[in-house]
Antibody, heavy 118, light 109 residues
Framework: QMQLVQSGAEVKKTGSSVKVSCKAS????????LHWVRQAPGQALEWMGW????????NYAQKFQDRVTITRDRSMSTAYMELSSLRSEDTAMYYC???????????WGQGTMVTVSS | QSALTQPASVSGSPGQSITISCTGT?????????VSWYQQHPGKAPKLMIY???KRPSGVSNRFSGSKSGNTASLTISGLQAEDEADYYC?????????FGGGTKLTVL
């Protein structure tokens, strides 16, 4: 069955960067866009961007355009989300999810908690 | 790129029906039949309940239904059960981006 396994929790200093991984299994990695969505404690879901694993094309939400980089390793069926210039407001659970039809996420990774402190 | 608008909370008694609205604009909900709904229990990842406005994934109870009119989408849950108590988020394709609603906390009284 389709499964996404993300890397473990991270604690980072303000101004540093974090890179979260998402390993896919149970489906053809290159066939589906791979999205990243975050959720700050007690807050709503927030879409960050996607990558097409087939050719590496990316599309980022305007809010994160300058700070996020999504990459992939096709040989490992793994996608990565790197967020730079971290601030306290970036403290959140980060999820990866392959896209079905646009705006549809039928499975989700287990989430990676990123905590940013000074 | 504003979030879609949902009521902060709704409540209902077991067996009753409730509806959660999700208001967007002509750039998202109004332009595409690509609205989805997610259920999230505390400490868990979101779960897809409705996609493409009104389609139910395999395994989701037929007590959950979706619809859309203009710039507003709706999720209706009939025959409320205790396990339906959760946060619910709408989501819409918006061309170059994807937008989520602010979330609605459903309380089963």
């Amino acid at each position: 069955q389709m499964q996404l396994v993300q890397s473990g929790a991270e604690v980072k200093k303000t101004g540093s960067s974090v890179k979260v991984s998402c390993k896919a299994s149970g489906y053809t990695f290159t066939y589906r866009y791979l999205h990243w969505v975050r959720q700050a404690p007690g807050q709503a879901l927030e879409w960050m961007g996607w990558i097409t694993p087939f050719n590496g094309n990316t599309n980022y939400a305007q809010k994160f355009q300058d700070r996020v980089t999504i990459t992939r390793d096709r040989s490992m069926s793994t996608a990565y989300m790197e967020l730079s210039s971290l601030r306290s407001e970036d403290t959140a659970m980060y999820y990866c999810a392959p896209g079905g039809s646009p705006g549809t996420f039928d499975i989700w990774g287990q989430g990676t908690m990123v905590t940013v402190s000074s | 790129q504003s979030a879609l608008t949902q009521p902060a909370s709704v409540s209902g008694s077991p067996g009753q029906s409730i509806t959660i609205s999700c208001t967007g604009t002509s750039s998202d909900v109004g332009s595409y039949n690509l609205v989805s709904w997610y259920q999230q229990h505390p400490g868990k990842a979101p779960k897809l309940m409705i996609y493409e406005v009104s389609k139910r994934p395999s395994g989701v109870s037929n007590r959950f239904s979706g619809s859309k009119s203009g710039n507003t989408a709706s999720l209706t849950i009939s025959g409320l059960q205790a396990e339906d108590e959760a946060d619910y988020y709408c989501c819409s394709y918006a061309g170059s981006s994807t937008r989520f609603g602010g979330g609605t906390k459903l309380t089963v009284l």
